[in-house]
């Protein structure tokens, strides 16, 4: 357990430790151009080529699409058309501060949650000073710019904000297809007695729901009444707007940019095979057979594992929201047919919102958990340098790599849940008696 006296983070409050944050990815986006410049390995990630020539492309009133591998929503394009404007950085600058307001939206989650300010500090360093997360937006990817909308939905929900959530979620689904995984948790944990439409914030009226609760006995509910609670008006409208919003904008750069919009943007995700060495299982598989094509069934039959995965987190977890969105996303990343590290960012901007219930010590179990996701990781990185810069054929044994590394993300993923005490989103930490610190 971490002592106020072990930590340097005890010592700043939220917003120094965000400056020092904003100083350190200014000083990664500066020495980003240098590299870019004078160095053959560039800093700069390629796909924020593909994102700056797309951008270039909208502001000369063509489609986006017109450049190859550009495989996003035109929304993307558009934010991004300063680069040819301003400067070519301004898509780094936005996504690094994306970044940094993760970090605030940590921090306001857990502190209507209940949790101390210490304990607060550490869970948004845990974001803010991760190396996958103070890098992928330097390096000019726009991964932060999701997981910040989805913390801003958690945090909307929170509020009793169910339509304004309901609006974001709309929106990062067209933009990013796969924080669709969570539509049925946030479905489920709408109710007219903690996320209603009167505007009271949620945490009071869950207070007053449980001191209703508590004073006689529950009767046993029928099956019909059980059904019947599923299907409610805050649940319907919720799922009415953020389809809305969704069909809204997907329409829209439809007519705009027609199939080649819906087949690159949305359809190409449901249907991708990539020959290419990456973490997935499949990814051997995929390039053995590569040449002979797959058919619709076969491309589409990949999402059953995940899908199965998916309905049994989400039925066990989905009152807790952060465990169940966390797990979903380790989950579904592990089990994808295509992994790259950007993926990992996704559940990483989770992580700190699950913390302050773990009972796992960082020098014990936590340290070994973190010890056995890296070294699942070197250990496919070794047959990948053998593979693409010394081209031996290691393929077999890169294949048995990405079979550690599904094995690891498993057994990572269940020592969290088994140390993790059950919180429902609406119940502060310190509404119980045994409220456990970060460990």
């Known amino acids: 357990m971490f002592s106020p006296k072990m930590t340097p983070f005890v010592t700043f409050d939220l917003r120094r430790t965000i400056l020092i944050s904003a100083i350190l990815r200014l000083a990664l986006i500066v020495y980003g151009e240098w590299q870019d410049s004078h160095m053959v390995v560039r800093y700069t990630d390629i796909d924020y080529s593909v994102f700056s020539d797309a951008a270039d492309l909208v ?90 909308t989805i913390l801003w939905i958690i945090l909307c929900l929170m509020n009793g904000k169910a339509f304004q959530a309901a609006f974001w979620y709309g929106l990062i689904v067209h933009f990013r297809v796969y924080p669709i995984i969570y539509s049925l948790p946030l479905v489920l944990v709408i109710n007219k007695a903690n996320v209603g439409l009167s505007g009271k914030p949620a945490l009071q009226q869950w207070g007053s729901r449980l001191n209703k609760l508590t004073t006689g006995p529950v009767p046993k509910p029928s099956v019909w009444s059980l059904l019947r609670s599923c299907i409610t008006k805050e649940r319907i409208l919720f799922g009415l707007l953020s389809g809305s919003v969704f069909f809204f904008w997907t329409s829209l750069f439809f007519y705009l940019y027609g199939w080649e919009f819906l087949n690159e943007a949305l359809l190409y995700h449901l249907t991708r095979t990539d020959p290419r060495h990456n973490f997935s299982i499949y990814f051997y598989h995929i390039y053995l057979h590569h040449q002979h094509g797959f058919s619709v ?142 460990k």
């Open 59 to 148: 502001l000369k009133g063509n489609s986006p699409f017109e450049r190859s591998t550009y495989r996003y929503s035109p929304l993307l394009a558009f934010l991004l058309v300063p680069n040819s404007l301003i400067h070519r950085s301004w898509g780094k600058f936005l996504f690094s501060s994306a970044d940094l307001l993760v970090g605030f939206f940590v921090d306001a989650i857990l502190q209507l949650r209940g949790v101390p300010e210490n304990l607060r500090l550490r869970s948004v360093a845990a974001w803010l000073f991760n190396p996958f997360t103070f890098t992928i937006g330097t390096r000019g990817n726009c991964e932060p710019l999701v997981c910040a």
């Open 297 to 438: 069934l076969e491309k589409l039959i990949s999402f059953l594992p995940q899908m199965m995965v998916q309905l049994a987190l989400v039925f066990q977890f989905f009152e807790d929201v952060p465990l169940c969105f966390f797990a979903q996303t380790v989950a579904f990343v592990a089990f994808n047919k295509v992994i790259t590290a950007q993926y990992f960012v996704w559940f990483f901007c989770m992580l700190p919102l699950i913390l302050p219930w773990s009972s796992m010590k960082l020098k014990r179990k936590g340290l070994l958990c973190v010890l056995v996701w890296m070294g699942s990781q070197v250990h496919w990185l070794t047959w990948a340098y053998l593979l693409e810069f010394k081209g031996q054929n290691v393929f077999l044994q890169l294949w048995i790599a990405s079979l550690v590394f599904l094995a690891s993300n498993t057994w990572v993923l269940l020592m969290v849940i088994k140390h993790h005490r059950y919180s429902p989103l609406f119940e502060p930490l310190t509404s119980s008696p045994d409220a456990r610190k970060l």
